[in-house]
């Protein structure tokens, strides 16, 4: 099984901060990653599919990036709406997994 | 407007048996690949099943191979997960989610199932 390794697991930062996160695979995925955000309560949304596509309706600030075994997830500027925990998935093979996500907290 | 519904989580001893289904409305259930994620408290996600857009593909995570049935009824725009023998580290918020990670990725808002006596 592929392996997802996410840092940091928690991170405090205040808003306008830039803040990234990074997603290693255990083996070469290409770009077959994709990041959602969870709020406490709520489904997972997709923010980004294919490694570095926004998906429609997201915020510009939220960007992907990377490719093989390390990608990186960054919000430009944290906004209110922005804290949340964020998961990455890898779809190049079964069983799909996911990150053990990071916890995105107010400073 | 696109909805996913799921139902049929609640309370069950072990080793009993929950049928979950999933209901679409908003658009063609028939065109999507389905799949099931579950998430048990204070925990991060685990991807379970997955199921073709013709029911002919199926996958399933090795925690619940042999004792989860996934199907599907495109008639019905519905999706089913057949949860049997479980087990207390089966309780767990069910989601379904169409495309999972593409850029049709669509969930629910979960059913919750509790595995206790």
């Known amino acids: 099984d592929i392996q997802l390794t996410q840092s940091p697991s928690f991170l405090s930062a205040s808003v306008g901060d830039r803040v990234t996160i990074t997603c290693r695979a255990s083996?070469?995925?290409?770009?077959?990653l994709a990041w959602h955000q969870q709020k406490p309560g709520k489904a997972p949304k997709v923010l980004i599919y294919?490694?570095?596509t926004l998906q429609g309706g997201v915020p510009s600030r939220f960007s992907g990036s990377g490719s093989g075994t390390e990608f990186t997830l960054t919000i430009s500027s944290l906004q209110p709406e922005d804290f949340a925990t964020y998961y990455c998935?890898?779809?190049?093979?079964?069983?799909?997994?996911f990150g053990g996500g990071t916890k995105v907290e107010i400073k | 407007e696109v909805q996913l519904v799921e139902s049929g989580g609640g309370l069950v001893q072990p080793g009993g048996s929950l049928r979950l289904s999933c209901a679409a409305s908003?658009?063609?259930?028939?065109?999507?690949?389905m799949n099931w994620v579950r998430q048990a408290p204070g925990k991060g996600l685990e991807w379970i099943s997955y199921?073709?857009?013709?029911?002919?593909?199926?996958h399933y995570a090795d925690s619940v191979k042999g004792r989860f049935t996934i199907s599907r009824d495109n008639a019905k725009n519905s999706v089913y997960l057949q949860m049997n023998s479980l087990r207390v580290e089966d309780t767990a918020v069910y989601y379904c989610?169409?495309?999972?990670?593409?850029?049709?990725?669509?969930w629910g808002q979960g059913t919750l199932v509790t595995v206790s006596s």
């Open positions: 989610a169409r495309d999972l990670g593409l850029d049709g990725d669509y």
């Open positions: 908003g658009f063609t259930l028939s065109s999507f690949e």
């Open positions: 199921i073709s857009v013709s029911g002919i593909t199926i």
């Open positions: 083996q070469g995925i290409r770009s077959y």
């Open positions: 294919a490694a570095s």
């Open positions: 998935l890898q779809l190049k093979t079964y069983p799909l997994t």
